[in-house]
C-alpha cells in the first residue's frame, strides 16, 4: 500500500476550536511523519444569524470577527514564513481556507476567497437551521425535533446550494450529518444520501469539484471516514475525479491520522489523491 504523504485539513490555532499551535509546529510535526505537502485549512464561519456564537477567528490571542480581514493579511505572511523555512527539507506548505456555507452569504464568501491568492478552499456543511450539527452540544437541538426525512432534505438542498454557488474547489466530510446523528436514527442515517446525492454529484463533475475522505471520524468512535466508501464509490461513477484526504487536525497529535487507510480506500477504487496550487487540482505522485 502507498502510504498517504499529503494532509488537506488542518486547523492552525487560527480556527476557534483548535488547540494553540502555530503554523509552524504542524510544519515540524509533518515533518516527523513524513509528510510532503500540507494545506491549513483555518475555518470560517459566516452565517450572520450566529454571529455572536462563531464568526470570529483567534488572531494574537484573541476573537477576531471573519469580518474583519486584518487576520488574512497575517495567515498569509505566517504561511509564506514557513514556506520559506521548509523549502530545503522538501516539505509543501499550502494556504486553504475551510469555510461553513451559510446561504445568503456567497458575495462575502466571494470577497474573502477571491481577494486572498488560496491554494485551496474547502467548503463545508457544518450548520443546518443555524443550529451546529457538527458540534456534540449543539446538534441535540436539531435532531431531537426532526425526523430523518426532513433531515436529508436540509441537508442536500443546502449541499446543492453550496455547489451551484461555485465558490469551493472541494466539499469536506459529506456525511456529517452521521458524526451526531447515528446516535438518534442509528444505521438508517447511512442510506439518507441515497437517491438525492448522485444529481449534485453530477454537478460536481460538471464544475471540475472534488471531495475529500475526511478521517477525523475515527477519533469518535465511527468506522467508516466521512464519507463512507459507498458514497466515495459513488461520487467516481458519477465522474467526479478529483479526492483529496484530511485529517480535519485540531491539535498535533491528531495530524495525518488515518490518512494511510483514507489512501488505501482511494488505491481500492482506482482513484488518485490530489493536491491544490492555486486552485487548480493536480493528481499527487
Not at 457538527?134 to 441537508?155: F, G, H, V
Not at 484530511?246 to 483514507?262: K, M, R, V
Request: aromatic letters at 12%; one cysteine or more; charged letters at 25%.
Amino acid at each position: 500500500m502507498e502510504l498517504a504523504k499529503t494532509d488537506y485539513h488542518v486547523h492552525p490555532d487560527y480556527s476557534p476550536d483548535a488547540s494553540p499551535y502555530k503554523i509552524k509546529d504542524y510544519c515540524y510535526k509533518a515533518l516527523e511523519l513524513g509528510l510532503r505537502e500540507i494545506c491549513f485549512t483555518t475555518h470560517i464561519e459566516v452565517d450572520p444569524v450566529r454571529k455572536e456564537l462563531d464568526n470570529y477567528v483567534i488572531f494574537k490571542g484573541k476573537e477576531v470577527s471573519v469580518f474583519d480581514q486584518a487576520w488574512l493579511d497575517h495567515y498569509f505572511l505566517e504561511i509564506a514564513d514557513v514556506q520559506r523555512e521548509f523549502k530545503s527539507s522538501g516539505l509543501q506548505v499550502k494556504a486553504g481556507i475551510e469555510v461553513g456555507y451559510s446561504q445568503g452569504m456567497e458575495k462575502f464568501i466571494e470577497k474573502i476567497t477571491d481577494g486572498y491568492p488560496f491554494d485551496f478552499v474547502l467548503g463545508a456543511i457544518h450548520c443546518l437551521e443555524h443550529i451546529a450539527i457538527s458540534s456534540k452540544n449543539e446538534s441535540p437541538y436539531y435532531y431531537k425535533n426532526r425526523s430523518i426525512e426532513q433531515i436529508a432534505n436540509d441537508y442536500f438542498t443546502v449541499l446543492e446550494d453550496a455547489v451551484k454557488s461555485g465558490l469551493f474547489d472541494c466539499m469536506a466530510h459529506l456525511d456529517i450529518y452521521v458524526r451526531y446523528g447515528l446516535q438518534f436514527f442509528g444505521d438508517e442515517i447511512y442510506t439518507i444520501h441515497q437517491g438525492r446525492i448522485e444529481p449534485i454529484f453530477q454537478e460536481m463533475a460538471r464544475r471540475g469539484m472534488g471531495i475529500e475522505i475526511n478521517t477525523s471520524s475515527r477519533r469518535r468512535g465511527i468506522e467508516e471516514f466521512h464519507p463512507s466508501k459507498e458514497i466515495v464509490a459513488l461520487a467516481a461513477e458519477t465522474g467526479i475525479k478529483v479526492f483529496t484526504i484530511g485529517s480535519d487536525a485540531h491539535n498535533l497529535s491528531e495530524l495525518g491520522g488515518y490518512l494511510d487507510e483514507a489512501m488505501q480506500i482511494l488505491q481500492e477504487l482506482n482513484l488518485k489523491n490530489h493536491v491544490f496550487n492555486r486552485r487548480r487540482a493536480v493528481p499527487y505522485g
